[in-house]
DNA sequence: GCCAACGTTGGC
DNA sequence: GCCAACGTTGGC
């Protein structure tokens, strides 16, 4: 229920926080037009998740009301991948542009990740993103689309600022204050890739472990490709982070 | 710039 | 609740 912790803020949040603002960060995640409460099934704390977000009906028709009990049953994930786009679009007049190195130059090295408009992505970040966890740091939509760097989460999910701002390009003026939708995280760089991993290196990859049963058949990053906050098993972890040995 | 994939909307 | 039309993502 209770969206996370709303704790004092540190002294790093409200750097965070206060910098981090006009930064749009993160990769367009998914309709910016806001609107759409009623159907959108979780608009409530039902986590809907992992798999069949494609069919949000199927979550309403069985009602979840036992979130525990789906917690249970689902991994518990302690990676991600997150997607950001280096390169400068605009969105609403509002230049659109975050990348690894942005983040280095950010205070503490520290960004919330706000912007994040999709229900599953929003569900990741409110409620399964936990401190210390380990997250790729992916580049979208530009030259070379992959993997540059790894960050953590240094604060869990808490309410977006950027949906109550009617200037910000991921406005949301279905959401009130006192019932926020979307929600995100604070990541802090950890440290850069020793080298890049592109999509391209991925995909080959995966496609081999499609054939032949490896531990990158089942990656997010190719079976819900489009999710800008995704899992990451323990067992793809590892497995690309053992890439960056072989240059 | 194209377009496949897929999430969202809205009519029925 | 189904599903066609529409809109967006994001690689190519």
Request: net charge positive; hydrophobic share 30%.
């Amino acid at each position: 229920m209770a969206p996370k912790r709303s704790r004092t803020a540190t002294a790093v949040e409200e750097i965070t926080r206060s910098t981090a603002t006009r930064k749009a960060k993160k990769a367009r995640t998914n309709y910016s037009k806001p609107e759409a409460p009623k159907v959108v099934t979780n608009t409530s704390d039902t986590p809907i998740l992992n798999g069949s977000a494609s069919k949000p009906n199927q979550s309403t028709s069985k009602s979840v009301k036992n979130s525990q009990a789906e917690i249970s049953t689902k991994p518990a994930y302690t990676c991600w991948l997150v997607k950001s786009e280096p390169d400068s679009r605009f969105e609403n007049g509002v230049e659109m542009k975050f990348s690894f190195d942005d983040l280095k130059s950010s205070p503490n090295q520290t960004e919330c990740w706000d912007g994040v408009r999709n229900y599953q992505a929003r569900n990741f970040l409110r409620d399964q993103m936990k401190l210390g966890h380990n997250v790729f740091f992916y580049h979208s939509n530009c030259k070379e689309p992959g993997i540059i760097g790894i960050c953590k989460i240094v604060k869990e999910g808490y309410p977006d600022h950027t949906q109550f701002d009617p200037k910000d390009p991921h406005y949301d003026s279905s959401s009130q204050e006192n019932k926020p939708k979307w929600f995100m995280v604070d990541v802090q760089l950890v440290r850069p890739l020793k080298r890049f991993i592109s999509l391209a290196e991925l995909k080959k990859i995966h496609q081999e472990h499609v054939q032949r049963d490896g531990p990158l058949k089942k990656m997010s990053l190719f079976t819900r490709a489009r999710l800008s906050v995704q899992p990451v098993t323990e067992e793809e972890w590892s497995y690309i982070l053992q890439l960056e040995n072989n240059m």
